[in-house]
Antibody, heavy 122, light 111 residues
Framework: EVQLVESGGGLVQPGGSLRLSCAAS????????MSWVRQAPGKGLEWVAN????????NYVDSVKGRFTISRDNAKNSLYLQMNSLRVEDTAVYYC???????????????WGLGTLVTVSS | QSVLTQPPSVSGAPGQRVTISCTGS?????????VHWYQQLPGTAPKLLIY???NRPSGVPDRFSGSKSGTSASLAISGLQAEDEADYYC???????????FGTGTKVTVL
């Protein structure tokens, strides 16, 4: 059974930093692209970042470029999101998601974790 | 602001059929990228409902179906049940943004 368990969320002041983690199990972690998707309170879903199987390629939504860094440790079956210079608008539940590829080699998000809440407030 | 537009809400009586539209543009749905759909029950994480326009993952009832035409896609729920009350999101890739995009979301209410 695929399981994704996020941790590391909490309350942080504007301008602060936080590191999220996602522990994966039930599948061969090193075979899959992985993503972070967030959802602000009462709002819709927003893709944040993803990372290739070996970590050699990373992509970000414009609003977090230069502030967030996605990484992974395949030996530990873990995905990370380092969030710096946090803003009030970064407040959201952050989900870890496993990507599967469609026949055009673009991704959909097949499995999701339960999420971890990040609150940026003074 | 999302580049994929969905109606904020749709409703129907038990047993009825409802459809949710997802309207994009030439840089996403119209560029022949696939559309995928997710169901988010209240207070829970999203769940994959339809992938690659019209395919159901294992365990998803065949009451749910997807289609795509031009720059739009649709999700249909037939034989509506109380347990289908949830938020539904479409998702695709956008070449102008070079990233994955979600629809604005639609809340389905069972009357």
């Amino acid at each position: 059974e695929v399981q994704l368990v996020e941790s590391g969320g909490g309350l942080v002041q504007p301008g602060g930093s936080l590191r999220l983690s996602c522990a994966a199990s039930g599948f061969t972690f090193s075979n899959y692209w992985m993503s972070w998707v967030r959802q602000a309170p009462g709002k819709g879903l927003e893709w944040v970042a993803n990372i290739k199987q070996d970590g050699s390629e990373k992509n970000y939504v414009d609003s977090v470029k230069g502030r967030f860094t996605i990484s992974r440790d395949n030996a530990k079956n873990s995905l990370y999101l380092q969030m710096n210079s946090l803003r009030v608008e970064d407040t959201a539940v952050y989900y870890c998601a496993r990507e599967d590829l469609d026949s055009n080699y673009y991704s959909y998000f097949h499995f999701w974790g339960l999420g971890t809440l990040v609150t940026v407030s003074s | 602001q999302s580049v994929l537009t969905q109606p904020p809400s749709v409703s129907g009586a038990p047993g009825q059929r409802v459809t949710i539209s997802c309207t994009g543009s030439s840089s996403n749905i119209g560029a022949r990228y696939y559309v995928h759909w997710y169901q988010q029950l209240p207070g829970t994480a999203p769940k994959l409902l339809i992938y690659a326009n019209s395919n159901r993952p294992s365990g998803v009832p065949d009451r749910f179906s997807g289609s795509k035409s031009g720059t739009s896609a649709s999700l249909a729920i037939s034989g509506l049940q109380a347990e289908d009350e949830a938020d539904y999101y479409c998702q695709s890739f956008d070449s102008s943004l070079s990233g994955y995009v979600f629809g604005t979301g639609t809340k389905v209410t069972v009357l």
